[in-house]
């Protein structure tokens, strides 16, 4: 079965590879899941913000007892090694790329304009094929208006398209008033790709302690719904590649975001639950249900379920409990 | 040859540099002030940085100094090139291995920086005492009197060994060397090749023992022989002195620096010649330039062989006019002739005349006199060099002197003219004043490197350090000129003064280093036209009186624009260039971006950016304040300590808190090294910018922020209500709320001068507004708005009477609270996490504990002057302390043991006897008192008071000797104090006997996992996986389990605590090992600066810890196993968090995780490994009943 696609102008054999997760922090788990066939690997995201604390956090740590009391004038060993910033990141995206063949795709989570150029740079030059943008960007201010957050959002991504000749992808998280016009406007900055969705850490509350604590609950396939419908209003509009990040569990659940427009299929949970091979178990089950189902290629599939092509386009436009109470009783 | 390069570095780089590289085995011990030696040996060899031979030197630490010497002895033995650094007591722990290492004629040089011995006190810094005590072990003594000399000397002292076969102990001055950072000529390794003759190293390689030439050395023998072979190795010390001196003289021609083994310097027809060795003499080198220069005639003898002392090479290095000779020894022996190297001089003189040596006949022999100075690195400067020479002018000059004190006991001391000085007025002579957080020492460091190393100009830096840890204070002396500086004392004229913190003109006389016309650059939150409103009198008195320039930056907005937190470090350096011209500005700026490059570039784009922006903004800051006429300020500076405070502390401890303590004559002092209890409650440090605000509202009083408070500075009383009538206003309190006290009143207060800001009080509070839980029950608030009301609250509250001992439930977290702290305000850093628990121990315990303190952090927070935190109750009762040494603690405070339990055995003797006398009813009861708990100590005292009545109207010889023992029948508590380095590593000896003995002693171990007080170095309680130093990469092994290997005897009460995760287990801990009568071990888990993360997270971290699984809590009761229960029971539960969430919240860690993730990854493995194999052990024993013993 023909299952080939192509994603941000990459042809792949498959559009399933492991999504931004920290699978790729270990080399050995990388190795595994490009045995398992991983058509492209997307790697964890380099956080501007988290390495700006520990660079603070560590210059205070080692800095501010120094040079105090007579007897320890120092509390650490002096290693020229011991490096903070980005260099974790790059060199594990040299060793990645040393040891795969597959396109690799760095992800980036940038705080301010300097971080996302300075990292697009560092990340290009330590030779990711891709990019992918994790814009994460929760708006609490009363006064930023949507527009000015996405202009925002559409200015970085230009500036790093100038800094960059990797293709570049963007991770979305579903909240923004209008998707298709911020996807049309990224389209139009260059990007080559979107990524529905962003999980986030839900903060949960302690009732007892009166404290917010940070979860990451791993999805299941009824998360795969939301991102169904918006690659379906996407797919054909955008003329970028799509992916579907959040809620592949099953190999049918992969053919349902294929045929919603996915070119890129992203799994994390599924892998964290079951072991690297699973990619493998979900590109079997994808072939066999399209022979099961008479399709010749992945490719005829592609989109069909999309709002332009479905047959009852009004489900995705619609919110999903009124049509199913006009339609009780009847 | 390749071109020698000039660099400034410190004494103690400068000593290693040398030894890395002629060395192949280095085997070490941390001690102040050499363990950097060791440190950067070890750094060094972890980069793979070769010796001259193109091999890595192999740097190992050992358990203590003694087995570093016998490893070194070893190595030795062996072939291998090897050395070692140490100081003071490491020295003396050397001694015995130092005779073998002589006796078998070996090649070794060792590099010793010399400190004083803990004789009455201990001291970290530099005099002769240690060096002098190894005069006998056989070893040559090679002296340095400057970083230079010390970089040479270590090369000379190495060449030498290697031909001469008598092993050499290289010396140089703790801190006055070791941490004097200079500009110096480096040796290149062709250099050091020149020196090291290779046919001389193979000639160490054939003498070492090996299988395939075996020899035996270190035989027993016996009066057949011994003396005879003693005796064989004279003529290798016979001719030492003379292999030194080619040695010497072959370095004299190589780098042009030359020396003898006794250098003359001065008039060439002296008559007055002073003699010492070590960097006094650079000193006095500047006091003779100058005194000669005034055709006065005088010289000095520089002592630099001192062992073997070449009599000839002395006598001959004098001038034939000396008339008179003043020895100047840094040490003390009590009892002797006089002072080492005064004896040796009276005997080589003698001697020389004997054998013809001399051209004075016996009359004409110039006179000779001893004379002590500069102990403890007591100041010794040009003025007393004058002094010694305007004695030696006398007719009868003053034998066994001292210069340097006031001695108005036995009247020793010279007088010294104050205003005499040989400081140039091309040097440029700067004194910078800062706190240690602030980075002030470090900016220093750096200008030194600028300076020394950009311009043609000699730089050298000396920095004082503070006693405390917390908010300490940092005074950085800088001279910069065109001459080499051989200003070996402090700068007591600076033509730049600069104040990096406003609160510091409060405390300190500051300008009394301005000379006038100085430059005077203060921080402070004030712009140029206001600055002058803010000064106290006695600083405006002094800028107009000696016309001061005076500059004003607010640097704190300078960081604060440039978020750079509190760093104000290159934003003062900044100015100080900009000010004093030492540079052109641009060039300045331009070297200073350099160096933050440098520093922070592989820590950070980010610090970079914020320093570099920091740099440009801070110009336009930099004001020069338009000074009025006159002084304005109708205020002065407050009194160092409160008008009712003890006259001792206004005496003696208020002087030395002023800095001024080198004032203080010898009667002052105490004549054995005893002082007054409770004396830091008189030094008001104000150094929080913020402290704890209570909400009694919220408040639900369970007393877990006074546990935790380092600082016994936020404390809970719970009193009757009419004593709120005299309350101040703005006292807060509350309904008490649980029913053991109903109807009583609480309240939480804080000492707002005490209070270091840690904020673990709030941090560790529970309460919360349930309306809105940002509220809590504790929240921090700015000090200053706050410190005048809280200080009359803070009085008011101390005023409130603790609440009765007995009927507190001392074994529970909030009973335990409400016992008074007997150890409060100590100088350990804030957030520190030994002190709760050794607050917790006085709360308990101290109103009748005797506790022996290993050296370390605990014996520095506890009992370093000028205050100590150790107090009294109401009663008088407290904690007695004493710190003996570093290894012998366990042994030392068995003693204590052994002593108590003497005096109760003939006390109880004593009573029995006295029985019919005193009542034998009041006898019975005493002996059968029950002391368990509070209640039946109380009832103790009472009883033991009732007999103390009865025996002093007794007459008899027996009721006496009762009465100065009766106290003791008043159960004593032994405690028995140190960190893990004694613990785990150089007392774990004496702690393994003195457990296995079966004496009731406490032990707690404060478990930091490293050296804290040395600055972070390894020991066998580092866990797996952290780096730390000669750890770097990671420690590999895991964490002895020392409390298993106590619980081995079977009869030891072992607990592991974390107060930070379950402190309910903690107070309980205390409470059973105090009560088991036999010996307890408690080993707490402290968490520490040297870990690498904001303590404020201290807390958070034991959780994780334990909740881990690397820290199990639990506790091994043998009282339980007679009852036929498990001895062993755990207090936490299984691990719920992998290992690796912990880990990664530590720098100590994560360093390694950056370093090198691979293997990080293994190391967590491996740790997660041990983590489990440990709690399967744990848990089986905590099911484990053991047999019971069959009854006869």
């Not at chain 2, 529970?766 to 029950?777: I, V």
């Not at chain 2, 009085?795 to 409400?818: A, H, M, N, W, Y």
């Amino acid at each position: 079965m023909d299952l080939s696609t192509t994603y941000l102008g990459f042809k792949l054999p498959h559009p399933l590879m492991p999504g931004a997760s920290p699978l790729t922090g270990d080399l050995d788990t990388v190795k595994r899941l490009e045995d398992a066939g991983a058509a492209a690997l997307v790697m964890n995201s380099l956080f501007e913000e988290q390495i700006v604390l520990e660079e603070l956090a560590a210059r205070d740590a080692m800095e501010t007892p120094a040079d105090s009391f007579a007897e320890a004038l120092s509390y650490f060993p002096k290693l020229e090694e011991y490096r903070l910033g980005p260099d974790e990141y790059l060199r594990q995206i040299r060793k990645v790329k040393e040891i795969v063949s597959c396109p690799v795709i760095a992800s980036l989570n940038g705080v301010t304009t300097g971080g996302w150029l300075q990292y697009a740079r560092q990340i290009t030059e330590a030779g990711a094929d891709a990019l992918e943008l994790n814009v994460y960007y929760l708006a609490t201010s009363p006064t930023e208006t949507a527009q000015a957050l996405e202009d925002r959002t559409i200015e970085m991504v230009k500036s790093v398209k100038q800094v960059t000749h990797i293709p570049v992808a963007v991770k979305l998280s579903p909240f923004y008033s209008s998707l298709p016009s911020l996807a049309a406007r990224l389209a139009e900055a260059g990007v080559q790709g979107l990524v529905l969705f962003n999980r986030f850490y839900q903060p949960d509350i302690d009732v007892n302690e009166l404290e917010v604590t940070r979860t990451l609950e791993l999805s299941d396939s009824r998360d795969l719904l939301l991102r169904l419908r918006w690659l379906a209003i996407l797919s054909g509009k955008i003329d970028v590649s799509l992916a579907v990040s959040g809620g592949v569990h099953t190999a049918v659940d992969a053919v349902k975001a294929v045929m919603t427009g996915a070119h890129g299929v992203q799994v994390v949970s599924a892998l964290l639950d079951n072991g690297p091979e699973t990619l493998k178990t979900l590109r079997e089950g994808m072939a066999r249900w399209l022979e099961e189902h008479k399709y010749a290629s992945l490719e005829q599939m592609r989109g069909s379920m999309n709002l332009s092509r479905s047959p009852d386009p009004s489900a995705y436009e619609r919110a999903n409990y009124a049509h199913i109470l006009q339609g009780w009783g009847r | 040859m390749a071109k020698r390069r000039v660099i400034t570095i410190d004494g103690n780089e400068a000593t290693a540099s040398v030894a890395h590289r002629t060395n192949e085995v280095i085997a070490i011990y941390p001690i102040t002030p050499s363990s950097s030696m060791g440190e950067l040996a070890d750094e060094w060899s972890a980069h793979l940085r070769k010796n001259i031979w193109g091999t890595v030197p192999q740097v190992t630490e050992m358990q203590s100094e003694g087995g570093a010497a016998a490893a070194v002895h070893g190595a030795l033995q062996a072939g291998a090139l090897t050395t070692t650094f140490t100081a003071s007591q490491g020295l003396l722990l050397m001694i015995p291995s130092m005779y073998k290492i002589a006796g078998e004629l070996t090649s070794y040089c060792m590099h010793v920086s010399a400190r004083t011995l803990a004789t009455h006190a201990l001291s970290i810094f530099g005099d002769h005492s240690d060096v002098m005590a190894c005069r006998q072990t056989g070893f040559a003594l090679l002296a340095s009197c400057s970083v230079q000399e010390a970089h040479d000397m270590a090369c000379i002292g190495q060449a030498a060994t290697l031909k001469s076969r008598v092993p050499l102990l290289h010396f140089f001055e703790g801190f006055r060397i070791t941490h004097e950072v200079a500009k110096i000529e480096e040796l290149t390794d062709d250099d050091l090749r020149h020196m090291m003759d290779d046919a001389l190293i193979a000639a160490h390689r054939q003498r070492a023992l090996t299988p395939d030439r075996p020899v035996i050395r270190g035989t027993a023998q016996n009066p057949n022989e011994f003396f005879q072979a003693r005796e064989a190795c004279s003529p290798f010390f016979d001719a030492c002195s003379g292999i030194v001196k080619d040695v010497m003289d072959r370095f004299g021609k190589l780098t042009g620096r030359h020396y003898h083994l006794f250098d003359y310097e001065g008039h060439p027809q002296a008559e007055r010649v002073i003699m010492l060795m070590g960097s006094g003499a650079e000193a006095a080198a500047e006091a003779i330039t100058y005194l000669t220069a005034r055709d006065e005639r005088v010289g000095m003898v520089r002592v630099r062989l001192y062992r073997p002392f070449d009599v000839r090479a002395f006598v001959d290095s004098l001038p034939k006019t000396t008339r008179k000779i003043a020895v100047l020894d840094r040490t003390k022996e009590g009892g002797a002739v006089g002072d080492p190297l005064y004896v040796d001089v009276v005997t080589a003189l003698r001697e020389a005349h004997d054998q013809g040596w001399t051209q004075w006949d016996r009359e004409s022999c110039p006179d000779v006199v001893g004379g002590r100075y500069g102990l403890s690195s007591k100041e010794f400067n040009p003025a007393m060099v004058k002094a010694i020479f305007d004695e030696l002018a006398k007719d009868k000059p003053k034998n066994h002197f001292t210069v340097g004190i006031e001695d108005d006991v036995t009247h020793s001391s010279l007088p010294v003219d104050p205003d005499f000085s040989t400081e140039a007025d091309d040097v440029v002579r700067a004194v910078f004043f800062g706190l240690g957080a602030d980075g002030t020492v470090g900016a220093n460091k750096n200008s030194i490197k600028i300076i020394g190393e950009e311009t043609d100009n000699y730089a050298q830096g000396y920095f004082v350090y503070d006693s405390k840890k917390a908010g300490a204070i940092t005074i950085s002396h800088l001279r910069f000129g065109p001459r080499p500086i051989q200003s070996t004392y402090l700068i007591d004229r600076a033509n730049f003064v600069a104040c990096h913190q406003f609160l510091f003109l409060e405390k300190y006389d500051v300008l009394e280093y301005a000379v006038p016309g100085a430059v005077f650059l203060l921080n402070a939150p004030f712009g140029p036209d206001e600055i002058w409103d803010h000064l106290p009198r006695e600083v405006q008195e002094q800028i107009v009186a000696k016309e001061l320039k005076f500059y004003v930056i607010d640097g704190y907005k300078v960081a604060r624009e440039a978020h750079m937190g509190s760093r104000i470090n290159t934003i003062m350096q900044t100015c100080f260039f900009a000010i004093s011209g030492v540079l052109p500005r641009d060039e300045a700026i331009a070297k200073i971006k350099q160096a933050i490059e440098k520093t922070y570039g592989k820590k950070g784009a980010e610090v970079v950016q914020r320093n570099f922006a920091a740099v440009d903004t801070t110009l336009e800051h930099l004001h020069k304040v338009k000074v009025p006429g006159g002084v304005t300020a109708t205020k002065g500076r407050p009194p160092t300590v409160a008008p009712e405070a003890p006259d001792f502390v206004k005496n003696v401890t208020a002087v030395i808190l002023q800095n001024k303590g080198h004032s203080l004559p010898v009667s002052a002092f105490s004549v054995d090294g005893t002082w007054p209890l409770g004396t830091t409650k008189w030094e008001k440090r104000n150094i929080a910018q913020e402290i704890p605000v209570w909400e009694p509202d919220i408040c639900i009083q369970c007393n877990k922020c006074s546990l935790i408070c380092p600082h016994a500075a936020i404390r809970p009383k719970v009193y009757d209500p009419t004593l709120l009538k005299d309350a101040p206003p703005t006292f807060k309190s509350a309904d008490y709320k649980a029913a053991d006290f109903k109807g009583m009143k609480f309240t939480l207060q804080v000492a707002p001068e005490d209070c270091t800001g840690c904020a673990l009080c709030a941090e560790i509070c529970p309460a919360k507004d349930k309306a809105n839980p940002k509220r809590r029950a504790l929240m921090l608030k700015p000090q200053m708005p706050l410190r005048e009301t809280e200080r009359e609250n803070y009085d008011f509250f101390l005023g409130i009477p603790d609440i009765d001992r007995t009927k507190v439930k001392r074994e529970t977290v909030k009973g335990s609270q409400f016992l008074q702290p007997l150890f409060e305000y100590s100088g350990a850093c804030a957030g520190c996490g030994e002190t709760p628990y050794v607050k917790l121990l006085s709360q308990l315990f101290g109103d009748r504990a005797l506790i022996a303190n290993a050296t370390g952090c605990s014996s520095i927070y506890g009992g370093n002057l000028p205050t100590t935190p150790y107090t009294t109750n109401r009663e008088g009762r407290g904690p007695t302390w004493n710190n003996s040494l570093f290894e012998d603690t366990a042994e030392f405070g068995c003693g204590f043991r052994l002593a108590i339990d003497k005096h109760i055995e003939q006390a109880h003797e004593l009573l029995q006897g006295l029985g019919g006398k005193v009542g034998d009813e009041l006898v019975r009861e005493i002996l059968a008192a029950d002391q368990t708990d509070e209640v039946g100590i109380a009832a103790q005292r009472e009883r033991v008071a009732a007999l103390k009545e009865k025996l002093a109207g007794n007459g008899s010889a027996e009721a006496a000797r009762l009465l100065l023992l009766a106290d003791y029948l008043v159960k004593k508590s032994v405690w028995i104090l140190g960190g893990d380095g004694w613990a785990y590593d150089i007392g774990y000896g004496g702690l393994d006997h003195v457990i296995a003995m079966g004496r009731d002693v406490n032990l707690l171990v404060l478990d930091t996992e490293v050296y804290s007080n040395t600055g972070g170095q390894a020991s066998k309680a580092t866990p797996l996986g952290a780096s730390a130093k000669f750890a770097s990469a990671g420690k590999a092994s895991p964490k002895k389990d020392l409390g298993m290997m106590a619980m081995n005897y079977g009869t030891v009460y072992v607990a592991r605590v974390a107060m930070g995760a379950k402190d309910a287990q903690t107070v309980r801990a205390f409470v059973e090992a105090e009560s088991y009568p036999g010996p307890s071990l408690i080993i707490a888990y402290s968490h520490c600066i040297a870990h690498g993360y904001d303590l404020i997270n201290g807390p958070r971290q034991q959780k994780l810890a334990v909740d881990c699984g690397l820290w199990t809590l639990c506790r091994y009761d043998p009282r339980r196993a007679a009852k036929g229960k498990p001895p062993l029971v755990l207090d936490s539960g299984e691990p719920t968090i992998p290992v690796a969430e912990y880990m990664r919240n530590e720098t100590r860690f994560r360093m390694v995780e950056k370093v090198d993730p691979k293997r990080f990854q293994q190391l967590l493995l491996k740790a997660q490994q041990v983590e489990r194999e440990r709690y399967a052990l744990y848990q089986h024993l905590a099911g484990l009943t053991l047999p019971q013993a069959e009854e006869n």
